[in-house]
């Protein structure tokens, strides 16, 4: 799932565990629009990155897509903490 508006990407590898990624790719700065496949794609130069941890798995990007902290409680998934770049957190739930 891509929250656009919040800039973040969200993931389940596998059934109950979420992952939040940043939705900006590390290339060039577009916003990545899919996740299929067990990869988020960016449609700008073809960048896929792995939905269980963000690591590249297709150039032309180099890094990996900083992640969030998710917490799942009660069956709602919260977006928390900082990515790894230090950025501020999303404000999505
Ligand atoms: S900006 Fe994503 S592949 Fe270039």
Redo the contacts with the bound molecule.
């Keep these: 799932m891509i929250l656009s508006e919040k800039h973040v990407v969200v993931t389940q590898s596998e059934a109950g565990r979420f992952r939040a990624f940043t939705s900006t790719?590390t290339?060039?700065?577009?916003a990545?629009a899919e996740v299929s496949e067990g990869r988020i794609k960016?449609p700008?130069?073809?960048?896929q990155f792995a939905i269980y941890d963000g690591s590249v798995v297709h150039g032309?990007?180099a890094r990996a897509l900083p992640a969030y902290e998710v917490k799942v409680v009660g069956g709602e998934v919260t977006i928390a903490g900082k990515d790894q770049s230090g950025a501020a957190p999303p404000t999505a739930q």
């Excluded at 290339?27 to 577009?30: I, S």
């Design positions: 790719c290339h060039l700065g577009c990545v960016c700008c130069h073809g960048s032309p990007a």
